[in-house]
């Protein structure tokens, strides 16, 4: 597609219940972000694949949240039991390989609430 | 890992005077440099990179920045403000040949009439 598409753009849900977040990336990008944003703080890094393969999951907070690729098209990113803390704008960015040289293209986002 | 540190988390400025952003990263091999934009309630955008050569780089908006090796900075400068440069502007780092780019926690400019 043209841009970085991500679904719900909203979403509030139940603490403890589990959501999935979806990111579709610009057709031919080979790389995919996840980052998150809480209010009124910067973007923390959560995970990246190149194709579909994650070479690093450091940046997950705990092991409620995982993420995966089909392919090098469609990302999800799953939290389990969510908890208040997990409220954030979840940024989803995708690139061509070496995305330190191209840059990333976001996403607008998929704004979480959990209650 | 690369990290990024930026010095103000909020900077208020007057309409038509001059601002600078102040970044600072860490790396112990070469980088690419960012800064983005993002206006409220929207997604971030690309406003410049450093890649290689020339250390002063021009970006949209009439923004530009200029990478220092020595001090390991990659400010951020515009010399007249407008209201509508009122957002949160985030500096970035990769490494070169890593695929993950670390982000700033964010610098709030808010341009004042």
């Known amino acids: 597609g043209a841009g970085v598409s991500q679904s719900p753009s909203n979403k509030v849900t139940e603490k403890g219940k589990d959501v999935e977040l979806r990111c579709d990336p610009i057709s031919g990008h080979t790389a995919l972000y996840w980052y998150r944003q809480r209010l009124g703080q910067g973007l923390e890094f959560l995970i990246y694949f190149q194709g579909n393969s994650a070479p690093d999951k450091s940046g997950l907070p705990s092991d409620r949240f995982s993420a995966e690729r089909t392919g090098e098209s469609v990302s999800t990113l799953t939290i389990q039991r969510t908890q208040q803390e997990d409220s954030a704008v979840y940024l989803c960015?995708?690139?061509?390989?070496?995305?330190?040289?191209?840059?990333?293209?976001f996403g607008s986002g998929t704004r979480l609430t959990v209650v | 890992a690369q990290s990024v540190t930026q010095l103000d988390s909020q900077v208020p400025v007057f309409e038509e005077a001059p601002v600078e952003l102040r970044c600072n990263y860490s790396?112990?091999?070469?980088?690419?440099l960012f800064w983005y934009v993002q206006y409220p309630n929207q997604g971030l955008q690309l406003l410049l990179k450093?890649?290689?050569?020339?250390?002063l780089v021009k970006g949209i908006n009439g923004f530009e920045a200029e990478f220092n090796k020595s001090q390991t900075s990659f400010h951020l400068r515009k010399p007249s403000v407008h209201i509508s440069d009122t957002a949160e502007y985030f500096c970035a780092v990769s490494e070169v040949n890593n695929n993950d780019m670390r982000f700033g926690a964010g610098t709030r400019l808010t341009v004042k009439p």
């Open positions: 960015a995708s690139s061509l390989v070496l995305a330190g040289y191209y840059g990333y293209t």
């Open positions: 450093y890649l290689s050569g020339s250390t």
């Open positions: 790396s112990s091999v070469s980088v690419y």
